[in-house]
């Protein structure tokens, strides 16, 4: 999508406008674009780019900062001329800040503004550092952050305290300025505030939501971060469905867990009252299929003590399994992560919200 865009105002001898994130979401796609670059010419010489945030007081040479960020992961390895990226400047003075704030925005309006806007999100719905109860119309300007947005990057200066206090960030109105809008989201941690901004109420302490009002913006997520929308978790009850073995027992368990009552202790009324009559009319009466589920569980958990049996003698008899090898010591097996990208658009819309919902005009 990127890349066409680049090779497409390429041949119509304009430049492309790419307003970029950082953080662990976009590091897959810059190593692509690199690759492209590399292995099938992808010209970066007509891009122009502007980054979302920087942390104030943070220059260039710092670990941490940005700026230096972006270099490592991409800017070096690409031929766009330095004077087409743009970030704003963590140095800025006290007394410049408005001004350099003010001129950011005039760079994007110079070069016609921005085509395609790439973004992160936060576990609070932050999107740049447009924290929680940001306003939808804000611009480019100095922003305190977040409590979770300073705990989430302990990591990176040392605890929590190393954090600054405040970044200069693009605004909301700058953000759903962009003609196009692609959000990403990756792993488990990103589910819950995946399933607020696509599918929860129009609230300002999400601000990624308001992305729904926007004309042109899709949310791509792993099979992990979907893993709380309703078209994954209980899908039931977004229409009729096939009934595979997984999803039959996927819904006993939503429905012994909503009803209160223990599996075998369904009855067909609780399927009624939880939009499950296509599952009692092909798999039913209740009783049967709550058995059949039961009995699915029961075998699951004998093979998986038997696997622990084999397990068990291997160590025994001083045998390593093929994924213990690359262990430390005391180290857990963690199960294999599937990664498997699904597009989330309103449905029957070629170009549209991410999920329509409603929410306060811009
Ligand atoms: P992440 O950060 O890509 O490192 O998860 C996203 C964000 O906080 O905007």
């Not at 395609?116 to 306003?135: C, D, K, T, V, Y």
Request: some cysteine; glycine content about 10%.
């Amino acid at each position: 999508m990127i890349a066409g865009i680049i090779r497409e105002r390429k041949a119509h001898g304009q430049k492309a406008v790419l307003g970029l994130p950082t953080g662990s979401t976009p590091v897959g796609i810059y190593r692509e674009l690199i690759r492209l670059h590399r292995e099938e010419g992808l010209d970066f010489s007509n891009v122009v780019t502007f980054n979302l945030d920087e942390y104030l007081g943070l220059g260039p040479d710092r670990l941490q900062s940005y700026r230096r960020w972006m270099q490592e992961h991409f800017f070096n390895d690409i031929n766009i001329p330095p004077e087409n990226i743009f970030i704003p400047d963590g140095l800025t003075p006290p007394e410049k800040l408005d001004e350099h704030c003010r001129e950011y925005e005039a760079a994007i309006q110079r070069v016609g503004g921005i085509d395609i806007q790439l973004l992160g999100i936060g576990r609070n719905g932050h999107i740049g550092f447009n924290e929680p109860f940001s306003a939808t119309n804000s611009r480019t300007r100095v922003a305190t952050l977040d409590p979770v947005t300073r705990r989430d990057a302990a990591g990176d200066f040392f605890g929590e305290e190393g954090v600054p206090m405040q970044a200069i960030t693009m605004g909301l109105g700058t953000i759903f300025d962009a003609r196009k809008i692609v959000l990403i989201a990756l792993g488990e941690h990103k589910a819950s505030i995946i399933r607020e901004t696509a599918e929860g109420p129009s609230t300002p302490r999400v601000p990624a939501c308001y992305l729904r009002q926007h004309a042109d913006a899709t949310l791509l997520v792993d099979t992990a971060a979907a893993n709380k929308l309703t078209a994954v978790a209980t899908p039931w009850v977004l229409g009729k469905i096939d009934w595979t073995d997984q999803l039959v027992k996927q819904a006993l368990l939503w429905l012994s867990e909503q009803s209160g009552k223990a599996l075998l202790k369904l009855d067909d009324d609780d399927f009624r009252q939880h939009n499950l009559h296509q599952l009692l009319r092909h798999h039913g009466p209740a009783q049967s299929v709550a058995h059949r589920v039961f009995r699915w569980m029961m075998a699951g958990r004998r093979s998986a003590r038997s696997s622990r049996g084999v397990h068990d003698q291997r160590q025994h008899r001083g045998l390593r399994s093929r994924r213990q090898t690359n262990r430390r010591p005391g180290e857990r097996i963690q199960p294999p992560v599937r990664h498997r990208r699904v597009q989330i658009q309103r449905p029957g819309r070629a170009r549209g919200p991410v999920v329509g919902k409603e929410g306060p005009g811009r």
